[in-house]
Each structure stands twice: as C-alpha cells, then as structure tokens.
C-alpha cells in the first residue's frame, strides 16, 4: 500500500512535469513515448520487483499475435491468451497464498494491461477485418486502421500515468494525446466551433486536478477511520447474530458496505487525477459550456450514493470497466449477452468463490429489476409526490441489493458467504 500511494504520487508530480516540459509543442511523438514507457516500467519494477516479469510477458506475448495472428482471428487469440494468462496468475495466487493477499499484489496491473490487449485487438479487428456498415457507430469511431509500432504498443500497455491502477483508456484515444490532437479532436467532436467561438481553445486540467485531489483526501481521511471502524467481517460475527434484530443488522450492512467504498474512490480519482495531470482524459463540454476531464473517471460518486436502480448504480462503479465488458463481450456476445458479460466480470476479477457469488447474484438482481422496472414505474409518473415515493422506495431497495449482491466480493471465501446469506 505504501508503495503503491508513494508511485502514485510520484506519478502525479512526473505528469505535471511531463505535460509542461515534454508536450506536444516541445518534444516530439516518439520522446514522449519513450519516457511514458520507461517510467513506467520503472514502476512496476519498483512497486513489483521480480512479479512485474508477468506484466512484461504478457505484453510481448500479445505482441507477437498481435503482428502473427490473422485479422479475422487476432481478437479472439489475444483474448484467450491474455484472459488464460490472467487466470492462471489468479490460480496461482490462491493455490499458494489461500485466500492471502500478496504483499507485492501484481494482480491489479495485470487486469489493467489485460483490458488494454483486448480491447485493442478488439478495435484493431474492427477497423481491419470488418466492413465500415458492420460496425456500431461506437466501433466505428474507435476503430484502429493499422497495427501500431513496438514503441507505441508498450506507451499504451505500459505507461507511468495507468501502470499502477488504470484506468482502461482506448488506443485512439491515447495517441491522439501523445501526439498532441487529443483535446482538439474533443472539442470537433462536439462541433466547438459552431457554438460561436473563433478558434479551439487550450483548456487547462489543474482545476480539475485540484477538485479531484480533494476527493482523495476526503477518502483516504474517510478510509483511515470508517473502513477500520466497521470491517465487513462483523456482519457474520456468531454473537452479533445472535443478539442483533433483524433490521438492525440490515442497517449495519448498509454501514460497512458504505465503509468498504473509500479505498476504491481513493485509488481511482486519483489514478484518474495523475491522466488529467499530464493532459489526458479531456472529454469535451458539457451544456452549460464548462469544460470536462472526465473521458478517464472511474466512478460518479454522487450517481453512486443516489442510484435508484441496480443498473444507474453499476454504470457509475468502475465505469472504465463496465466500458471494457460492453465493448469486448456485451456488443459481441453472440446470444445471452448480460449472462456472458458478468461471467466474464468475475472470470476477471478473480477465482475466489466470492466473486462468482456476487456476479452470479448481479444476473438475477439485474434481470429483476430491469422487468419491474418495465412493468411498474410508468404507474407511478403520474403526480410529483408518487414520483418521489418512487424515488424514494426504489433508492432503498437498490441500496440493500448492492448490499447483499457485494458482501461475498468483500469476504471472498465460501463459508463467510454461506453464514451471511443465512
């Protein structure tokens, strides 16, 4: 843990550096690769020691199919390959360490590098291997036209700014940012210059650096005390059980569920501050005119703690993941797509029994919750205060169901599950 915030933070001061002293305007497409790559190798090795190794064959393993692999089938191969690889690093994990956590965690990176190869044989099948007219228009846009170079494809798996803790970003995106088009290339894509302005502007991040700054320390603040207060671990405790109304216990699940949050809001605003440092992750305007840092941003907190369904809450929890799910198996899933895409988010995750509890649960949350929703809001649209009600019911019932669903991610082993669920 101290490694990783110590990167991080170093992180965060080298993309300052690197966006004022190596910009576009100041050192060339390949300089600027160069120094993402290194450093971020640098990280790795730093935080990892001997396990970044895995990272690193990972990487020229899918290189290779990348540039072997025919177009029709380079998705698939590089899917099996760094998904299988994955897997195996999970397997291992358990067998050696049962149900520990490794000091040097590798793991995190590696799902991070594992989304990058797949959703960019993914694109790259699409702008090679299929027809402009096959494509959704999400495809289409993102497509990659030619195989990238070695320098390239290593900037993209392996930079300082996503090494540690992501987040997924897609490849066009990132050498439109490397080459100094990525904010421009926004601002046409909302068609800046017809809302009366002369010329594209040069938006600055550091205000949105700033505010997301806060919200780390706001969280680290809210993990050092809440999360230690209220571990997840109590919920199953035999004398709080025994002695515990039934409510009340549906209350404090609710307590340590909220307690579990913060590490995750910490470690993804700002992986997500240390891209915008740099200049990475400008999104566009949004109607009042004010510009957005958020093409990057994990999570919408306050979509988070105010969802009133199961669905607006998941698209707002790990967003760059949830992206990664619907691009590489949810548009591509040849029947049963919401099925296949969870399995795979648990395949992803891990092998601890936990996470297949939870995904497994998310078909069925989903799926219900999708046909009431269907067949019961429009009865309650009628009137503000049935509206509210609505509002209000459905705000409860998502919050204990994100309960129930997530309690076995967090205790990760069968039995804990088994008494929870009891």
């Not at 971020?40 to 990892?48: N, P």
């Not at 709080?240 to 909220?258: A, E, H, I, M, N």
Request: proline share 4%; glycine share 4%; net charge positive.
């Amino acid at each position: 843990q101290i490694n990783f915030v110590a990167c991080q933070l170093f992180a965060l001061l080298a993309a300052f550096w690197f966006r004022i002293y190596l910009g576009p305007s100041h050192a060339s497409s390949a300089v600027r690769h160069a120094f993402a790559t290194l450093f971020g190798i640098y990280f790795a090795v730093f935080c990892f020691g001997w396990y970044s190794i895995h990272l690193f064959v990972l990487v020229m393993m899918n290189y290779g199919i990348m540039n072997m692999a025919s177009i029709p089938n380079i998705h698939r191969y590089s899917f099996v390959v760094a998904m299988g690889y994955l897997t195996l690093c999970h397997i291992s994990r358990i067998y050696i360490f049962h149900y520990g956590i490794l000091t040097t965690d590798f793991s995190g990176p590696l799902m991070i590098i594992t989304q990058k190869i797949t959703t960019l044989a993914c694109q790259l099948h699409d702008g090679i291997g299929r027809q402009a007219e096959e494509l959704t228009a999400e495809q289409n846009r993102l497509a990659v036209k030619t195989r990238p170079s070695l320098l390239e494809y290593l900037s993209y798996l392996l930079n300082f700014m996503s090494i540690i803790a992501g987040p997924c970003s897609n490849y066009k995106d990132y050498i439109a940012f490397i080459e100094g088009r990525h904010v421009h290339m926004k601002l046409l894509e909302v068609n800046w210059k017809q809302k009366g302005y002369d010329r594209l502007p040069d938006p600055s991040p550091t205000g949105a650096v700033m505010y997301k700054l806060c919200i780390t320390l706001v969280s680290l603040i809210l993990f050092l005390t809440l999360t230690k207060n209220f571990p997840m671990a109590y919920i199953i405790d035999n004398e709080f059980l025994d002695k515990t109304p039934f409510l009340s216990r549906l209350g404090y699940l609710y307590v340590v569920t909220q307690a579990a949050k913060p590490k995750y809001y910490f470690a993804w605003t700002l992986a997500d501050a240390v891209n915008n440092a740099a200049g990475y992750g400008f999104s566009g305007v949004d109607e009042k005119g004010t510009f957005r840092w958020d093409l990057l941003s994990n999570l919408n907190i306050w979509n988070i703690e105010t969802a009133t369904s199961f669905k607006m809450y998941i698209e707002n929890w790990n967003i760059q993941t949830a992206a990664w799910l619907k691009r590489v198996c949810y548009d591509r899933a040849p029947w049963y797509p919401t099925a296949l895409t969870f399995i795979l988010s648990a395949l992803w995750h891990g092998i601890y029994p936990g996470y297949y509890f939870t995904f497994l649960t998310g078909i069925l949350i989903t799926l219900a919750a999708r046909a009431i929703r269907n067949n019961c809001r429009h009865y309650f649209l009628s009137s503000v205060p049935l509206k509210t009600a609505y509002d209000v019911v459905t705000w409860v019932v998502t919050q204990l169901a994100v309960c129930y669903t997530v309690a076995p991610f967090v205790m990760l082993a069968v039995e804990p599950t088994i008494k929870f669920y009891k």
